[in-house]
């Protein structure tokens, strides 16, 4: 199946499109752009990887679903496209990069920049029917990421995860701890920041500190 991904992954991952999960999911997700609106737009929905390709990725954040409200979604994992009003949780993550490093919070919450420099922001679920959180969970999305989690743990050595809740901490038993670094928090959401479980992770001047040791740039946050 021709998927319209980086070449990058298209190599990585051919295995994966070929199965028929994928081609089962395929067609789910066509139906739904067809009679449903869904979001991102189709052309964003392997954004993540476009922007973060494989041999350049160095850092992965794992979320769970795309945003589900008008314009919102862009393909990555927290982002929202320029103009959207910042969501709760990207609050509080601009809050504790804030805190941590001494950036001011940005009016955009936009972060292919962050991809741009090899930060995976990868959504377990590529995509989602509007105003219907979960909608197209369980339906092979999490199949293939799990199997992209997979691939990057086997074929690179000194990634950083960052592991925000207890859905993304699930995802250690896919990841080669022997030879990746995780660092593990609450979620970034008002729920769980609220009580104690955000804050003061220092996550971004931690992931840039592991970067610098193994020779790595670090990440403009």
């Not at 980086?6 to 991952?13: V, Y």
């Not at 959207?84 to 805190?99: C, G, M, T, V």
């Not at 972060?111 to 420099?117: F, G, I, N, S």
């Not at 199997?147 to 743990?153: D, G, Q």
Request: with cysteine.
């Amino acid at each position: 199946m021709n998927v319209s991904i980086h070449p990058s992954w298209r190599i990585k991952l051919q295995s994966e499109f070929q199965k028929p999960y994928f081609d089962t999911l395929t067609r789910f997700v066509r139906n739904e752009y067809a009679i449903s609106t869904c979001f991102p737009l189709g052309n964003k929905i392997f954004a993540a990887f476009d922007h973060s390709n494989f041999e350049e990725t160095k850092v992965v954040i794992i979320g769970q679903d795309p945003y589900h409200g008008p314009n919102q979604a862009n393909g990555l994992c927290f982002s929202v496209k320029d103009g959207i009003p910042l969501p709760p949780s990207l609050i509080n993550i601009f809050k504790e990069i804030e805190a941590d490093v001494g950036k001011s919070i940005p009016k955009s919450g936009n972060l292919e920049h962050w991809a741009d420099q090899g930060v995976l922001l990868l959504n377990a679920t590529l995509t989602v029917r509007a105003h219907s959180a979960g909608s197209h969970q369980n339906m092979g999305w999490e199949v293939f990421t799990d199997a992209v989690i997979r691939k990057l743990s086997t074929e690179k050595e000194g990634l950083v995860f960052l592991l925000w809740g207890g859905f993304a901490k699930k995802k250690i038993s896919l990841i080669d701890t022997s030879k990746h670094h995780i660092l593990t928090s609450g979620h970034p959401s008002p729920l769980s920041a609220n009580r104690g479980l955000w804050f003061g992770n220092r996550h971004f001047s931690k992931t840039n500190e592991l970067l610098v040791k193994m020779g790595k740039t670090p990440i403009n946050w």
